[in-house]
């Protein structure tokens, strides 16, 4: 009985697939057979060229029913797609295009057989199908283009690049395997020949010399062993040679004038010149160099980046005195290490014969350089003065005399001159303690010392001292004098503050008191304080002993400003008396009395500032108005005859004048006539404005009989001048009579000159006169000036204004021939003595 019941199975390189299974049946056994398999192998050839489609294979399935075939995976429904499809009906496997073997080297697929009638699986298998490999893939470079950089010291054999090409054939084939070749180098130098060995390792025989060729162009091929065909395929490298250090620099010579001045540095004597055939700008060309020979270390020599060219500058000044003449060694060597390749022989098959130098320390080499000797003049100038020692110190007393000697400088010249060309003068010196002799150098005291100057620091007080030399140019040594001054008990203790402020309270409160001595130990604190002066007994100090001690208030002792004396000794017993002022006040008001009494005198100081300032605008306001009641109104020339020699004499030289009284000659006075003359008096004194108010009754009939005697006087004149007198004549009279009476103490001038009046004080000195008068037996002349006051509202009379006499050309004399005019005047004051 045949079975055609099949399982999986993965048959590997088919190409036709025979299934025959043979089973016999036994009733004894009942056995089965195993199935047999008969393959017919082969494999799909890479890249064929067709024609396509082309037969591959068939596959038989021996059966009773009809089957139908299916395939499926790589190349028919999977990459890649479409390259493999069976007949359903007949098995047969076609091939519809190239494969390739570097993308797929193995197709995997499935077969499928099913029964035609109920579409039932009936076999299923896994098939592989191997491709076979051809030489299609030529060799390929990582790059196309190499490129490297390599010094021109690098020695032969060396590695310079390795390439590396990649076939992506089968690998362990022919078809796989790479060789490597150099086609050509560009340019062909006679000292170095590239050679690429079996990895692509790329290196080189003998010298590189970048002047001759600073670039190599090397073509690369790599080509396959491929049975049938060999491929190939190329790349560049290119090699850059870098520069290095295989010619020395070269002196050609110096310029500069190779001289230089003693004591001057940063000037350059000389410019050292060299040349190099390394490329110009790189480290091979760059020279560096150095000096030998200079022990002082007065030269530098740096290298203009420009020219190469060395410039030797002092930088330390010389000393002709030492050296006249400078003799140096000047190196020069690259900033990279010299090195050297000369080819000595070419060989075959190995590396050629070469002699390399290589002065790299790093490598164990020995530094390379050119040398050449300069010379350096020195020049002598006029050298300073030297001190013998440019510092000293010396200690000395605050309370050292003037002229106390402190000490003695002497410089020298190191030209060989005598110290005595030398000028000592001082220099710093700030408080002017010291005087110097300007030819021995000795420092002498001028002044006080002062340990407590604010310019002794720490104890010490500085003084420069110079010496200038007679030379062209002069030039100056400079020396220091450090004064370290002792301390000597001359100042005595103070308070730190002399107003302190106190709060009331019923019990004893009390404040600190602070002390303090610009002296210091043992003339200073710890102080001794007491308390001295009228209220010390409502006061006391807690401690009397210390630099600090509290000043107790007693309960006695009330709201208000106290001042206290305070004697504070030193601890040599030296004191001084310290006036203290302690205010105390309520401080539930004020925390700070010494606050509210400033702010209390500053009040009262604006206060007196106001008021003063205030009496300053009224004194200023007084001066303006006499300025202008003197010249702002016009002044009246006193009228007087020029005959009558009626002048007034100046009060420094008139004699008092005699008793006298008015006599009684009521026969003269009329009725009528008394009651003119009170009127006139009323007219003289009221129409003014200057109403006299007499302390009597006396002094109102005084007015009276003025009045008429005056009037007695014009009745009379005018009959002896006849209708020619007027009366402006009749009034300068009058006035004249108003001024002789009271001229001999109440003259305008004391000294003679015009005699100026106003119209009020002329009333009142009217007044006061003949209230003298109407007193008996006294001297006219002896009384005391009553002061008047005028009313607000008085009325102006023109006729009382002031009085101008220019006494200039008045003689005394004339009094004693005033004329007729005058009898009944002088009988006024003057009265007839009587016959014996």
Not at 33 to 50: L, M, Q, V
Request: contains cysteine; proline residues 4%; glycine residues 6%.
């Amino acid at each position: 009985m045949l079975s055609c019941n099949m399982k999986s199975a993965i048959i590997v390189l088919v190409v036709t697939l025979h299934l025959c299974m043979v089973t016999s049946s036994s009733s004894e056994s009942r056995a089965r057979h195993k199935r047999a398999w008969i393959i017919d192998s082969f494999t799909i050839e890479e890249e064929n060229p067709g024609p396509f489609p082309y037969r591959l294979g068939k596959v038989h399935v021996d059966r009773d029913y009809r089957v139908k075939f299916k395939l499926l995976g790589d190349g028919v429904d999977e990459e890649p797609v479409g390259v493999l499809q069976i007949d359903e009906n007949t098995g047969v496997i076609s091939v519809l295009g190239k494969v390739d073997f570097e993308k797929h080297r193995v197709l995997k697929l499935k077969f499928e057989a099913r029964n035609v009638s109920n579409e039932k699986l009936d076999t299923r298998l896994g098939v592989e199908i191997s491709i076979l490999d051809v030489n299609d893939q030529a060799p390929t470079f990582q790059k196309q283009v190499y490129e490297v950089t390599i010094d021109e010291s690098q020695q032969q054999g060396t590695n310079v690049l390795t390439v590396r090409a990649t076939d992506f054939d089968r690998p362990g084939t022919l078809n796989a395997t790479v060789e490597y070749k150099i086609l050509s180098v560009t340019p062909i130098t006679s000292d170095a020949e590239f050679f690429i060995e079996e990895t692509g390792r790329i290196s080189f025989k003998g010298c590189l010399d970048y002047e001759k060729a600073n670039k190599y162009t090397i073509v690369v091929e790599a080509k396959d062993r491929g049975e049938k065909v060999q491929l190939s395929s190329s790349s560049t490298v290119i090699v850059n040679v870098l520069d290095k250090n295989n010619y020395l620099p070269v002196f050609n010579g110096v310029t500069g004038l190779g001289r230089v001045k003693e004591r001057e540095s940063g000037m350059s004597p000389l410019r050292i010149h060299v040349t190099d055939k390394d490329t110009k700008g790189t480290a091979a060309w760059r020279v560096r160099y150095t000096i030998k020979g200079d022990n002082q270390g007065n030269f530098e020599i740096q290298t203009d980046p420009e020219t190469n060219d060395g410039i030797l500058t002092v930088v330390k000044p010389l000393d002709y005195e030492l050296a006249s003449v400078k003799q140096l060694s000047i190196t020069a060597e690259n900033e990279d290490p010299y090195f050297s390749c000369e080819l000595k022989r070419k060989t075959s098959g190995a590396l050629w014969k070469v002699i390399n130098i290589d002065a790299d320390p790093g490598k164990g080499g020995v530094p390379v350089f050119v040398s050449s000797n300069v010379t350096i003049l020195v020049e002598d100038i006029n050298d300073p003065p030297e001190f013998t020692f440019s510092a000293h110190e010396v200690v000395v007393d605050e309370d050292a005399s003037i002229g106390h000697y402190l000490e003695t400088f002497t410089a020298s010249d190191p030209d060989g001159k005598s110290p005595n060309d030398f000028e000592y003068i001082k220099g710093d010196d700030p408080d002017n303690w010291v005087s110097v002799d300007p030819k021995t150098g000795a420092i002498t005291t001028v002044n006080a010392l002062d340990r407590e100057s604010p310019y002794v620091v720490n104890g010490t007080y500085l003084i420069t001292l110079y010496a200038i030399d007679k030379g062209e140019p002069p030039m100056t040594a400079t020396a220091t004098l450090t004064l370290h001054v002792t301390d000597k008990n001359d100042n005595l203790p103070q308070l730190q503050s002399n107003t302190i402020s106190m709060c009331l309270s019923d019990d004893a409160t009390m404040t600190n008191i602070s002390a303090y001595d610009l002296d210091d130990a043992p003339y200073s604190g710890p102080f001794r304080f007491e308390l001295v002066g009228e209220d010390k007994d409502k006061w006391s100090l807690d401690t009397n002993y210390g630099t600090t001690v509290n000043l107790i208030k007693k309960s006695t002792v009330y709201a208000g400003f106290y001042e206290l004396q305070l004697k504070v000794y030193d601890q040599q017993e030296r004191f001084s008396v310290q006036n203290i002022t302690v205010a105390a006040c309520d401080c539930s008001i004020s925390q700070d009395c010494s606050a509210r009494a400033a702010a209390s005198k500053t009040q009262i100081n604006s206060s007196a500032i106001g008021i003063v300032f205030a009496a300053l605008l009224l004194l200023l306001g007084i001066l303006l108005l006499g300025l202008l009641l003197t010249c702002g109104r016009e002044k009246i020339e006193f009228p007087f005859s020029s005959d009558s020699g009626d002048v007034l004499l100046s009060s420094n030289i008139e004699t008092p004048g005699t008793d006298c009284k008015i006599p009684e000659t009521p026969q003269l006075i009329k009725q009528d006539q008394s009651k003119t003359a009170t009127q006139a008096a009323q007219g003289l004194h009221g129409q003014n404005g200057t109403l006299i108010q007499s302390s009597n009754q006396q002094a109102a009939i005084s007015n009276q009989q003025v009045g008429a005697q005056w009037y007695n006087y014009r009745e009379a004149y005018e009959s002896s001048q006849g209708q020619s007198y007027n009366q402006h004549h009749s009034n300068a009279v009058y006035k004249s009579l108003q001024t002789s009476t009271l001229s001999g103490h109440h003259s305008a001038s004391s000294r003679g000159g015009a005699l100026f009046l106003k119209k009020e004080a002329l009333t009142s000195l009217v007044s006061q006169r003949l209230s003298s008068i109407q007193a008996f037996e006294e001297e006219l002349c002896d009384y005391d000036p009553k002061v008047y006051t005028c009313e607000e509202d008085s009325v102006v009379n023109p006729e009382l204004d002031s009085i101008s006499v220019d006494e200039g050309s008045f003689v005394p004399d004339d009094l004693l021939y005033l004329g007729p005019r005058f009898q009944t005047l002088a009988t006024i004051c003057s009265p007839t003595p009587t016959q014996p």
